[in-house]
């Protein structure tokens, strides 16, 4: 079965400041790795996602996630936030097609 | 546009009387879902589907029922709603092959208050 742990409920983060949002899975086969985006009043949308291939994996509005195997980590992160970041974050795996949504982070970005 | 579309937005209704949340999608997708997100418990799968007329359980089925008539639409039916299904419903879809598959596209939501 699969599991997935956000390992942080709230991160503050002052506006130009570096993030990081902790995702960690756990799975008895192969998995493919995703990070959600909700904004207020709005549905999910697709930050990145990992199927295979190079660990470092780009996504939309400057976020990146690596893959650590070893680790059964897939951590989010920006350099440089802006306020338009404050939302909720899911990490999500799927395995069988079958996928597994972590609790949320709650990314609050303060001026 | 490529999206997916969910009717209604906001719905109150009283226990016991049956409802449809409609959810429709324009990209030919093959996987379609149902999810309810309540404070401190994330997202929970209630039924999904990987074809037409080929429908599944997922983890919190119980209450609903889904059907899969055609590939572009997966209604959701509480016969007889109660308290417990106050919570806010997303429709998603994803293609299983090529370039694009796998990663979810989401519909705005619904957000269901039964009395």
């Known amino acids: 079965a699969q599991s997935v742990t956000q390992l942080d409920s709230q991160v503050p983060v002052f506006e130009e400041a570096p993030v990081e949002l902790r995702c960690n899975y756990s799975s008895s086969v192969s998995v493919y790795l995703f990070w959600y985006v909700q904004y207020p009043n709005q549905g999910l949308q697709l930050l990145l996602k990992?199927?295979?291939?190079?660990?470092l994996v780009k996504g939309i509005n400057g976020f990146e996630a690596e893959f650590n195997k070893s680790q059964t980590s897939f951590h989010l992160r920006k350099p440089s936030v802006h306020i338009s970041d404050t939302a909720e974050y899911f990490c999500a795996s799927e395995g069988s097609y079958i996928p597994t949504f972590g609790r949320g982070t709650s990314l609050i970005v303060h001026p | 546009e490529a999206q997916v579309t969910q009717n209604p937005r906001y719905l109150i209704t009283v226990t016991g009387k049956k409802l449809t949340v409609t959810c429709s999608q324009n990209m030919n997708h093959e996987y379609m879902s149902w999810y309810r997100q309540d404070p401190g418990l994330g997202l929970r799968q209630i039924y999904y589907?990987?074809?037409?007329?080929?429908?599944d359980k997922g983890d919190v089925p119980e209450g609903y029922k889904v059907s899969r008539k055609e590939k572009r639409n997966f209604p959701l039916i509480l016969e007889s709603p109660s308290p417990n299904q106050t919570s806010l419903y997303f429709c998603a879809s994803s293609t299983l092959a090529g370039t694009d598959a796998y990663g979810y596209t989401f519909g705005s939501g619904t957000r269901l208050t039964v009395v």
């Open positions: 990992y199927l295979s291939g190079s660990t």
């Open positions: 589907s990987m074809n037409v007329e080929v429908t």
